[in-house]
């Protein structure tokens, strides 16, 4: 069974844009899953100002993220997410939100590789023995003023507290050098503070990893806080990849 | 056989004259009122002569750890998009991309490049001053779509209308 990919360069205007693959009308017949399958997804855009959600189905699997700022959409590096599953018929929605006042561009990829050779439904047997999912999210650039003590990155974004038990990995980088980072979930501190990668760019993953392989229960609060004392207002890049521990059926 | 002592000779002669070819060049006013900028390879915009020094700082936010143009450029080969979400013709335009051409340092007289220099990205997060800009070369811009898209919008709201 061939994967479904669905791959577009399409320009986004400013505010906005519901869905974003139905922007293009030879991709309509795309817009439901065609098999049950695993599926990743990598995007880039042309300048700063895009945040993307992807939902397939009824789940989200990717908030409020922002791509690398780029022409040339690359795996892995570029790809938000390549651990989502789908059901037969779920609906792809990618939602994009253009932050700035003009159109940009947004190339993106989206591929669904069947669970089944012949691309035949599994049974509910079959699909509680699937891999568990990912969630991520990603943002980028994060201006964080010369003098910041403990900056929090993931203050109210929808996964601070994960929903269900997950393994969490996280990567990051800074515009320039001269700011630290530190990782606790509740109180116990699993990164005390240390430098951060100055790599100017949306973290590559798996260039730019920090630590995986942290436990979180569900419902804990996740703390990924900057410092800066450079002497000058900083920008930090970052992504979380929330793995869950069981699969949610 | 030229010597180590005559090559010597020959550059201290050399040398000693700097000091009076920068005395004609200062006397005829040559050479004056020059700074050193960056130039845009894409666009022959300038950016300040602490382009690269503060790379990541105050430039370049985002766009990897070697320095780049950071103008904005159109990407006339990918159409403009129309939705029914629009309320106005001005929405209407080609996407626009960070360039990330070569920048190049350079001498310029200050008049020419305060007539050219780059509005800083990090000076206009929402690119709410370069967007003006940029839509009207858009508009003059023969590869430019803008028209055929603008007048196909002004059609399908008035048949909305009922006009």
């Given at each position: 069974m061939n994967p479904t990919v669905i791959e577009d360069s399409v320009s986004i205007p400013a505010g906005v844009t519901?869905?974003?693959?139905?922007?293009?009308n030879s991709l309509r017949k795309f817009?439901?899953?065609?098999?049950d399958g695993k599926c990743r997804f990598a995007a880039v855009q042309s300048a700063a100002g895009l945040r993307l959600d992807l939902t397939i189905g009824s789940k989200l699997?990717?908030?409020s993220s922002e791509p690398r700022v780029g022409t040339d959409l690359s795996e892995p590096y570029d790809v938000f997410n390549d651990n989502m599953s789908a059901r037969r018929g779920d609906q792809f929605t990618l939602r994009a939100n253009n932050t700035t006042a003009g159109a940009l561009t947004l190339r993106f990829r989206l591929v669904n590789e069947a669970l089944k050779e012949d691309g035949s439904s599994l049974s509910e047997q079959e699909w509680a023995q699937v891999p568990p999912d990912d969630r991520t999210m990603q943002r980028g650039p994060v201006s964080i003023a010369d003098g910041?003590?403990?900056?929090?990155?993931?203050?109210?974004?929808?996964?601070?507290?994960?929903p269900v038990p997950s393994y969490l990995q996280l990567f990051m980088t800074a515009s320039a050098a001269g700011m630290t980072k530190t990782l606790d979930v509740e109180e116990t501190n699993i990164i005390p503070p240390s430098a951060i990668a100055?790599?100017?760019?949306?973290?590559?993953?798996?260039?730019?990893?920090?630590?995986?392989g942290v436990e979180v229960a569900d419902r804990d609060l996740i703390l990924v806080a900057v410092t800066n004392r450079s002497g000058g207002a900083l920008n930090a890049f970052w992504k979380t990849k929330l793995t869950e521990l069981a699969r949610q059926v | 056989m030229i010597t180590m002592e005559e090559i010597e000779a020959s550059l201290a002669a050399f040398t000693s004259k700097l000091d009076d070819i920068d005395k004609i060049l200062a006397a005829r006013g040559l050479g004056k009122n020059l700074i050193p900028v960056f130039r845009c390879g894409a666009s022959g915009l300038y950016f300040p002569h602490d382009y690269v020094k503060e790379w990541g700082k105050l430039y370049g936010?985002?766009?990897?750890?070697h320095p780049v143009s950071e103008t904005l450029q159109t990407e006339y080969e990918i159409a403009p998009t129309v939705t029914k979400?629009?309320?106005?013709?001005?929405?209407i335009m080609h996407p626009l991309l960070v360039c990330q051409a070569q920048v190049d340092w350079d001498l310029v007289d200050k008049k020419e490049a305060d007539a050219k220099w780059a509005v800083k990205a990090e000076e206009d997060p929402y690119m709410a001053k370069r967007v003006p800009i940029l839509r009207a070369k858009q508009l003059a811009n023969?590869?430019?779509?803008l028209r055929i898209f603008q007048a196909e919008f002004a059609r399908e709201r008035n048949v909305e209308r009922g006009f």
């Open positions: 519901e869905n974003v693959i139905t922007l293009n817009l439901n899953a065609a098999h699997f990717i908030a910041s003590v403990d900056f929090q990155l993931l203050d109210g974004l929808i996964w601070e507290r994960p100055p790599n100017n760019r949306v973290p590559r993953d798996p260039d730019d990893a920090v630590i995986e | 936010i985002g766009l990897g750890p979400q629009m309320r106005s013709v001005e929405e023969p590869r430019g779509q």
